[in-house]
C-alpha cells in the first residue's frame, strides 16, 4: 500500500492530491500535460519537495508532522524517465552496475540476471549509450532501476520518447515486469493506449488534483471523466480464452468469467468472438473494446458482417465531446459496455436508462 | 638545439614547479567554486563570477599592484602571515604560488563551471535514484562528465601561470631560484641584449605552449569519433 498526500504551489500551478495506490500491481496516474503527474511522481522519489506524507506500506519517506524527509538516495525505489538518462561515460554492464554496487549483499533479491534476461539486453552489455536504439536505451534504464531490488519502481512516461514501433517492442517487457516482479509501479501516462494495457489502478488527474481513482475497468466505464471523452474511449474487460475455433482462426472470450482455471469458466457475463492470437484455452486476457466500435439496436441483427451480439440494459447516456454524440452504457451481466453513438442515433432508438437493447460489437483488441 | 645554460635550467625548474603548485591548488579551491556556480541560484552569485574573472580584464600589474601591498608588511594578508610565523610572502615562492593561483583563477574555474552547467540535472537525479548520495554523485558521475573541462581547466591554468610576467615582476621580482621565472628570465636576456639565449627560452616556450594546446584538443575530442573514452 502506497499513500501519500502531497501539496506545493508555484506560480501558476498548485498540486493538491491524496493517493492511496495498491501494494501490487501497475498503477498509472493519467491525465494531460501539466496536470501535476510528473511532479507527483517526482515527489514520490523524493527529488521534488512537496508538503505532506508519503508512506511505501509501514515505511514513512516522507511525514512532515514527525519532520521526517528521505533524500532520494535513501528511498529504495527505481526511477525511469523518458529520456532514459544512461550514465554516457560507462558502458551498458557499468550502467546497470552503478545501483547494483549501491546495494547491500543481503538487501539484494533482483540482482542483473533476472532484469537483463526480461528486459533481452544480454547481447548490448559492452555497449557505450550513444551506441543504442531508444527503445534499447529504454529497456537498459529499466533494468538499471531493477538491479537495486526497488520495492517501488517509478516510471514517467517510459514510452513517450519512442516511436510506434519502438513502443510496440517495448510494450511486452512491460506487460512481464509485473507479472514476473511482484513489485507495484506507478506509471505515468497521457496515452490511454498504454493505461488501457498495462494499468491495473487507474488515477485521474486534472489541473494538480486527482479527479477520480479506482480500478481500471471501473473507472473506464464511467461516462463522467475525461477518459470517456479520449478517441480511445472504451471500457476494458477481464476475459479467459474458452474456445478455439481453428477452421476461423478464432478465438471465443469468456467475458467477466471469475476462475481462470484450465476448464471453460462456469460462469460468465457473456462470450465475445476475436482472433485468436495463439493463446491456449483459460488464458487469462484483457479485452478492450472502444465505444467507436460498438453499436447498439432494439432487435437482434440479421444479415450483418458483426458476429458479436449481446443483449443487455441501457444504464446510462450521456453527452460527449462533440455536441453531435452521446455516450451510452450498457449492462451485459455483469459487465459495462460504452457504445459512442450519434445524438440522431440515440433519439430515433428512443434509448433510456432501463431499456433492453442489443449490443453490436464490431472490433475487439485483446492485451494478453 | 643549443645548449641552456644552468641559470636557464634553474628558471625551466623553478616555472614547472611553479605552474605544477598552482595547477593543484587551483583545481582543488577551483572545482568546489566551478560546482557552486553551476548550481547555485545564490544573488549573489553574480559578484563571486565577476570577481573569478577580474584578473581576465585587470592588467596583471594593477593586480600584481594590490596583492603587493596586501602581503606587504603593513598589508592584512602580511600582517596575517607574520603573526602565523610564515614571514612575508612578496619576492618569495610562496607568494608567486599565491598570486599566481588569484591570476590564473578564472583560466581554471570557468571552463570547469562550463562543463559542470552541461551535466543534465536529470543524470545526477538518476544516480541519486540509484542510491548515490551527494559526493558519490559528484565524484561517480558530475567529475567523469565533466572531464574534457576538468582537462582544458589543468590546461590552461598551467599553461598561463607559465606565461604570467607582470604579476611576477611585482610580487617577485627577480630572484634566481627564488622568484626568476622563464618569463622574467627571458625579459632579462633582451634587456642585456642576448638575444640568443632570448631566442632558446622564447622558442622553447612558444614550442611548449603548441605542444600542449595540440594534446589537448587531440584528448578532448568528442568521445564518439575516439571510440572508446
Known amino acids: ?368 | 638545439m643549443p645548449s641552456f645554460t644552468a641559470a636557464d635550467w634553474q628558471a625551466v625548474r623553478l616555472t614547472a614547479s611553479l605552474a605544477s603548485l598552482s595547477t593543484i591548488l587551483l583545481l582543488v579551491a577551483g572545482t568546489p567554486l566551478a560546482w557552486w556556480l553551476s548550481r547555485t541560484r545564490s544573488a549573489v552569485k553574480p559578484f563571486v563570477s565577476a570577481m573569478v574573472a577580474m584578473p581576465l580584464v585587470l592588467p596583471p600589474t594593477v593586480l600584481g599592484f594590490y596583492l603587493l601591498l596586501l602581503m606587504g608588511p603593513q598589508g592584512p594578508v602580511g600582517e596575517l602571515t607574520q603573526a602565523l610565523g610564515l614571514g612575508r610572502l612578496p619576492f618569495t615562492f610562496a607568494g608567486l604560488v599565491v598570486a599566481s593561483v588569484i591570476y590564473s583563477l578564472p583560466f581554471v574555474v570557468q571552463p570547469l563551471q562550463q562543463a559542470f552547467e552541461a551535466i543534465p540535472e536529470r543524470a545526477l537525479e538518476a544516480a541519486a535514484t540509484l542510491r548515490a548520495g551527494p559526493w558519490d554523485r559528484f565524484f561517480t558521475v558530475a567529475l567523469p562528465l565533466a572531464r574534457p573541462g576538468l582537462l582544458t581547466a589543468s590546461v590552461l591554468g598551467f599553461a598561463h601561470t607559465v606565461g604570467e610576467f607582470g604579476v611576477v615582476l611585482m610580487i617577485g621580482g627577480n630572484i634566481p631560484g627564488e622568484t626568476r621565472v622563464l618569463s622574467v628570465a627571458l625579459y632579462g636576456h633582451v634587456e642585456a641584449l642576448e638575444f640568443d639565449a632570448a631566442h632558446r627560452l622564447a622558442g622553447g616556450m612558444v614550442a611548449f605552449s603548441m605542444l600542449v594546446l595540440v594534446s589537448l584538443y587531440v584528448l578532448n575530442r568528442p568521445a564518439g569519433r575516439r571510440g572508446a573514452g
Open chain 1, 1 to 368: 500500500m502506497i499513500s501519500a498526500a502531497l501539496a506545493l504551489s508555484r506560480p501558476g500551478f498548485a498540486l493538491d492530491v491524496s493517493l492511496a495506490l495498491p501494494g501490487r500491481g501497475v498503477s498509472v496516474l493519467f491525465g494531460p500535460s501539466g496536470c501535476g503527474k510528473t511532479t507527483v511522481l517526482r515527489a514520490l522519489a523524493g527529488l521534488e519537495r512537496a508538503r505532506g506524507h508519503v508512506r511505501l506500506g509501514e515505511e514513512a519517506w516522507q511525514d512532515d508532522a514527525r519532520g521526517v524527509f528521505l533524500p532520494p538516495h535513501r528511498r529504495p525505489l527505481g526511477y525511469v524517465i523518458q529520456e532514459a538518462a544512461l550514465f554516457p561515460h560507462l558502458t551498458v554492464r557499468g550502467n546497470l552496475e552503478y545501483g547494483l554496487k549501491r546495494i547491500a549483499p543481503e538487501a539484494r533479491r533482483v540482482g542483473l540476471d533476472q532484469p537483463v534476461e526480461l528486459l533481452g539486453i544480454g547481447h548490448l552489455m559492452d555497449r557505450r549509450p550513444d551506441t543504442l536504439s531508444g527503445g534499447e536505451r529504454q529497456r537498459v534504464a529499466i533494468a538499471r532501476a531493477l538491479a537495486t531490488s526497488p520495492r517501488l519502481l517509478l516510471m514517467d512516461e517510459p514510452l513517450a520518447a519512442l516511436d510506434a514501433a519502438r513502443k510496440a517492442e517495448l510494450l511486452p517487457y512491460l506487460d512481464r515486469l509485473h507479472a514476473e516482479l511482484s513489485m507495484p509501479v506507478v506509471y505515468v501516462s497521457h496515452a490511454i493506449d498504454e493505461v488501457t494495457r498495462l494499468a491495473h489502478h487507474l488515477v485521474l488527474m486534472s489541473d494538480g488534483r486527482v479527479v477520480a481513482a479506482g480500478g481500471l475497468a471501473d473507472l473506464m466505464a464511467r461516462l463522467d471523466l475525461p477518459t470517456a471523452r479520449e478517441e480511445g474511449a472504451g471500457v476494458v474487460l477481464e476475459a479467459c480464452v474458452a474456445e478455439r475455433d481453428s477452421r476461423w482462426q478464432l478465438a471465443r472470450l469468456a467475458v467477466g468469467a471469475e476462475a481462470p482455471g484450465e476448464s471453460t469458466p462456469v460462469s460468465s457475463d457473456f462470450h465475445l468472438w476475436a482472433r485468436d492470437h495463439g493463446l491456449p484455452v483459460g488464458s487469462r486476457v484483457r479485452v478492450r473494446v472502444l465505444a467507436r466500435d460498438v453499436s447498439l439496436a432494439r432487435l437482434p441483427q440479421a444479415g450483418t458482417s458483426i458476429g458479436n451480439q449481446l443483449q443487455g440494459t441501457v444504464e446510462e447516456i450521456a453527452g460527449d465531446e462533440h455536441e453531435s454524440l452521446a455516450l451510452v452504457r450498457v449492462r451485459v451481466g455483469a459487465s459495462p459496455v460504452v457504445a459512442r453513438l450519434t445524438r440522431r442515433s440515440a433519439h430515433a432508438l428512443g434509448l433510456a436508462p432501463g431499456m433492453p437493447v442489443w449490443v453490436l460489437v464490431k472490433t475487439v483488441a485483446l492485451m494478453p
